[in-house]
């Protein structure tokens, strides 16, 4: 946590233009596919209230933001592929959340996101072990959420 800060405080506008840039990407699928409230609303399910979601993903994307920029920042020369790999691989996954389910519909494929969503950030989060261990931090929400979203997708999948 005290390198992020000491990274934090060197940052350039760049920095901050860049930072920007990623926090945008995370949200992209939310700009362009929205939510269907109506539908997810007719669904049998544990009832989260929807604004929850946006907390909680908004948590989610800040620290992903910050955890790409960190990896930015101290994978300058020594490059893991494999890291970067499993983070766009998760990042694609996750992306494709939001029209599969509420655009689509599909309830089943939409569980099978939210399993290959949990396990990609597993496998980012043990890679990040080789890297720098600190910034798994940073993780820590989305592991968690994705687990929840997990269940709770098994679920509306098996109630509905």
């Not at 020369?77 to 983070?87: E, G, Q, S």
């Not at 029209?99 to 597993?122: E, M, Y």
């Not at 979203?149 to 679920?155: W, Y």
């Amino acid at each position: 946590m005290k390198e992020l800060g000491n990274y934090l405080r060197k940052i350039t506008f760049k920095e901050v233009l860049l930072m920007i840039g990623i926090l945008i990407l995370y949200f992209l699928p939310f700009i362009i596919f929205g939510i269907d409230l109506e539908f997810y609303n007719s669904l049998i399910k544990i009832n989260v209230p929807p604004f929850v979601f946006s907390i909680v993903w908004t948590i989610i994307y800040i620290c992903m933001t910050l955890f790409v920029y960190w990896h930015l920042k101290i994978q300058k020369t020594n490059i893991n592929k494999t890291f970067w790999i499993y983070l766009v691989l998760n990042y694609l996954i996750e992306s494709s959340y939001l029209p599969v389910f509420f655009i689509s519909h599909n309830l089943f494929l939409s569980f099978v996101i939210c399993i290959l969503t949990f396990v990609s950030i597993i496998l980012v989060a043990l890679e990040t072990f080789t890297i720098k261990k600190s910034s798994i931090f940073l993780l820590i929400p989305y592991i968690l959420w994705s687990a929840f979203a997990s269940v709770l997708a098994m679920l509306i999948y098996i109630w509905n």
